[in-house]
């Protein structure tokens, strides 16, 4: 059993930057492919990111590719999502998942463990 918890959330304004973090308890993770997912008001959840499970491999959706970055440290066991130039649209819920699988995947039923998420609220 693992326990993820996120962590950086908060208010920003448009074209700012966050960094968000996320730290498993419990066991760890390092055999799994990490990710991050979101929630918009009204909306269903989306994937955001995710890295295989030594870091080397990494998926991004079309809506943050250039702007986020997802890296992992596999000693802390933690997961890291940095965002730049956000913008409105970037605000939601952020959840971090654990995979079942060693690559990287867009997938949610991918997902066994998540965490209680950290709201991105992101001004205009």
């Known amino acids: 059993q693992v326990q993820l918890e996120e962590s950086g959330g908060g208010p920003v304004q448009a074209g700012g930057s966050l960094t968000l973090s996320c730290v498993a308890r419990g066991r760890s993770t390092k055999n799994y492919a990490m990710g991050w997912f979101r929630q918009a008001p009204g909306k269903e959840r989306e994937f955001v990111a995710s890295?295989?499970?030594?870091?080397?491999?990494?998926l991004f959706a079309d809506s943050v590719k250039g702007r986020f970055f997802i890296s992992r440290d596999n000693v802390k066991n933690t997961l890291t999502l940095q965002m730049n130039s956000l913008k409105v649209e970037d605000t939601a819920v952020y959840y971090c998942?654990?995979?079942?699988?060693?690559?990287?995947?867009?997938?949610?039923?991918?997902?066994?463990?998540w965490g209680q998420g950290t709201q991105v609220t992101v001004s205009s």
């Open positions: 998942a654990e995979s079942g699988d060693r690559n990287p995947t867009m997938n949610q039923h991918y997902y066994g463990y």
């Open positions: 890295i295989s499970w030594l870091g080397g491999t990494v």
